[in-house]
Nanobody, 125 residues
Framework: QVQLVESGGGLVQAGGSLRLSCAAS????????MGWFRQAPGKEREFVAS????????YYADSVQGRFTISRDRAKNTVYLQMNSLKPEDTAVYYC??????????????????WGQGTQVTVSS
């Protein structure tokens, strides 16, 4: 079992920044590729970014490429999502997820075994 707890969401104006954190506990964090997903009201959950166990590469949805940065800190068992130049369309509940043994490139939510409870991000225009 892996427990994931997100934090860092909130209300921000368009053009602003937020950093989301996802703290992991339980089974060895380094065995998991990690991802961030988001879900806006009335829409399906969508991939945002992912990172492999090594942290050596990163993957992004086209809609956030160049604005968001995913990273992980092994010592702190934490994954981050730095979000810059936020837009109103980024408004959603953001979830972190863990994929045991994955290579970090997985964009399908079904591949991820463990999920956090989500944190709300609201971007005002």
């Amino acid at each position: 079992q892996v427990q994931l707890v997100e934090s860092g969401g909130g209300l921000v104006q368009a053009g602003g920044s937020l950093r989301l954190s996802c703290a992991a506990s339980g089974r060895t964090f380094t065995n998991y590729a990690m991802g961030w997903f988001r879900q806006a009201p009335g829409k399906e959950r969508e991939f945002v970014a992912s990172i492999p166990r090594s942290g050596s590469s990163t993957y992004y949805a086209d809609s956030v490429q160049g604005r968001f940065t995913i990273s992980r800190d092994r010592a702190k068992n934490t994954v981050y999502l730095q979000m810059n130049s936020l837009k109103p369309e980024d408004t959603a509940v953001y979830y972190c997820a863990a994929d045991w043994g994955g290579d970090g490139s997985e964009r399908t939510s079904k591949r991820y075994e463990y999920w956090g409870q989500g944190t709300q991000v609201t971007v005002s225009s």
